[in-house]
């Protein structure tokens, strides 16, 4: 018997699962860059993130990253401020995809647009970069 639970340092965020795309637009942040002034002491929702995650508890930071059809941008660092796992599949048994993570972050920096695009091109897996 075994546990499939991840341990993440990144959230990555599709604006369906709870990214503030509303505010952080990248158009308009390579226009005028948006500051951390712009979404401080905010707290942030996501939700239906795919299995089981368990992911770095404040004060330690994770990547905060949006998932712009599979393709990743890395915008700055957050802090979780709370983590739900919940089961999705009733049914007996257990298989992939029966489990999904919801929480809440605050956004604690946001990289300038310059910075952005080297993060996003060398932190991210191979393919997965927004500017690729």
Same mark, same amino acid.
């Given at each position: 018997?075994?546990? $499939?639970?991840? !341990?993440?340092?990144?959230? +990555?965020?599709?604006?369906?699962?709870?990214?503030?795309? &509303?505010? !952080? $637009?990248?158009?308009?942040? +390579?226009? *005028?860059?948006?500051?951390?002034?712009? /979404?401080?002491?905010?707290?942030?929702?996501?939700?239906? #993130?795919?299995?089981?995650? /368990?992911?770095?508890?404040?004060? /330690?930071?994770?990547? !905060?990253? +949006? $998932?712009?059809?599979?393709?990743?941008?890395?915008?700055?660092?957050?802090?979780?401020?709370?983590?739900?796992?919940?089961?999705?599949?009733?049914?007996?048994?257990?298989?992939?995809? &029966?489990?999904? *993570?919801?929480?809440? %972050? #605050?956004?604690?920096?946001?990289?300038?647009?310059? %910075?952005?695009?080297?993060?996003?091109?060398?932190?991210?897996?191979?393919? #997965?970069? %927004?500017?690729?």
């Amino acid at each position: 018997m075994g546990s $499939n639970i991840e !341990l993440n340092d990144t959230l +990555q965020l599709s604006e369906e699962q709870g990214f503030p795309c &509303d505010i !952080l $637009n990248l158009e308009k942040h +390579q226009k *005028t860059a948006i500051t951390i002034d712009d /979404v401080k002491d905010r707290i942030f929702s996501f939700h239906s #993130k795919d299995s089981a995650r /368990v992911f770095h508890l404040d004060p /330690v930071r994770v990547f !905060l990253v +949006q $998932n712009i059809g599979g393709k990743w941008l890395f915008w700055g660092h957050a802090l979780m401020q709370s983590q739900e796992i919940s089961k999705v599949n009733p049914g007996p048994g257990w298989k992939s995809g &029966d489990w999904q *993570t919801s929480g809440t %972050y #605050k956004i604690i920096a946001i990289h300038d647009p310059e %910075y952005q695009k080297l993060v996003t091109l060398k932190e991210c897996p191979p393919g #997965k970069s %927004y500017f690729e």
